[in-house]
C-alpha cells in the first residue's frame, strides 16, 4: 500500500501564483488533513475533512481552499501565494480520529 | 477549543540517560491522545497512542507515556536514550467525538555520547 501520497514534494511560486497540492490516501480513512509546519510553530491545521464532500476550517485557514469531491483525495489551493506561504505542507488521514498517517510533506517556497 | 502545550522546546541529554517530554493539553471532553516522531526531512511516524484503558502505554521504540486526567498532562519518557532517538517529537490531541488533530508545537530531543 502506497499509504498517503503528496503530490508535488517541491515547489517555487512566484508572488500572486496560484496551485493546488494534492493528497491522496488508500486506505478508504474518513478524515483527512492539511498542516503547514514553520520553525517553532509544529504543525498548525489549515483546513479538514470528515468526509467526502465535507471541509472545515482549522487554526490557519486564510489564504487557503480545500475540496474533497472523492473521498481518497483532498486538494489544498492557494489562490494567490504570498511569501508568508512558504512552509513545509503535510497531509494526513485517519480512521475516525484515530492514529493519523502522513505524507512525507510538501516544501513550498513562494518568492 | 482543545490546545496542546508542549513545556520544553530544546531537550538535550546524554547516551543512556533517561528523558522525559512533557505535553499537557486542554479539552473539556473526553480525548484521545498521540505522541509522534520526525526524523530530520521525513515525515511524521506514530510513537504511541492512548484512546482508552490503562493510562501508560506503551510505544516503539522503546517509548512509553502516561495518561494523567487531573493534570490533563501525557508524558513522554524513555529510561534509556540512544543517538538513533535524536529527533522532533511532537504531543497531539483529537476530541473523542470530534474530529480536528491538534498538535503541540514540538520538542527536540538531542541525544550526545
Known amino acids: 500500500n502506497a499509504g498517503v501520497t503528496q503530490t508535488p514534494k517541491f515547489r517555487v511560486l512566484k508572488t500572486g501564483q496560484s496551485m493546488t497540492l494534492l493528497c491522496a490516501q488508500d486506505?478508504?480513512?474518513?478524515?483527512m488533513y492539511w498542516y503547514r509546519q514553520d520553525p517553532g510553530m509544529g504543525l498548525r491545521l489549515i483546513h479538514y475533512?470528515?468526509?467526502?464532500?465535507?471541509?472545515a476550517k482549522g487554526e490557519v485557514p486564510d489564504g487557503y481552499n480545500v475540496s474533497r469531491l472523492k473521498k481518497q483525495n483532498f486538494l489544498l489551493g492557494l489562490e494567490s501565494a504570498a511569501p508568508s506561504q512558504t512552509s513545509v505542507y503535510f497531509c494526513?488521514?485517519?480512521?475516525?480520529?484515530?492514529?493519523?498517517?502522513f505524507g512525507q510533506g510538501t516544501r513550498l517556497t513562494v518568492v | 477549543a482543545q490546545s496542546v502545550t508542549q513545556l520544553d522546546s530544546q531537550v538535550p541529554v546524554f547516551e543512556e540517560a533517561p528523558v522525559e517530554l512533557r505535553c499537557n493539553y486542554s479539552?473539556?471532553?473526553?480525548?484521545?491522545l498521540f505522541w509522534y516522531v520526525q526524523y530530520p526531512n521525513q515525515g511524521l511516524q506514530l510513537l504511541l497512542k492512548?484512546?482508552?484503558?490503562?493510562?501508560l502505554v506503551k510505544g516503539i521504540n522503546g517509548f512509553e507515556a502516561e495518561f494523567n486526567k487531573s493534570q490533563t498532562s501525557f508524558h513522554l519518557r524513555k529510561p534509556s536514550v540512544h543517538i538513533s532517538d535524536t529527533a522532533e517529537y511532537f504531543c497531539?490531541?483529537?476530541?473523542?467525538?470530534?474530529?480536528?488533530?491538534?498538535f503541540g508545537k514540538g520538542t527536540t530531543l538531542s541525544v550526545s555520547s
Open positions: 475533512s470528515v468526509g467526502e464532500g465535507t471541509t
Open positions: 492512548y484512546l482508552s484503558g490503562s493510562t
Open positions: 486506505m478508504n480513512h474518513e478524515y
Open positions: 494526513a488521514s485517519t480512521h475516525l480520529g484515530i492514529e493519523a498517517f
Open positions: 479539552s473539556s471532553v473526553s480525548v484521545y
Open positions: 497531539a490531541v483529537s476530541e473523542e467525538a470530534g474530529t480536528a488533530l491538534i
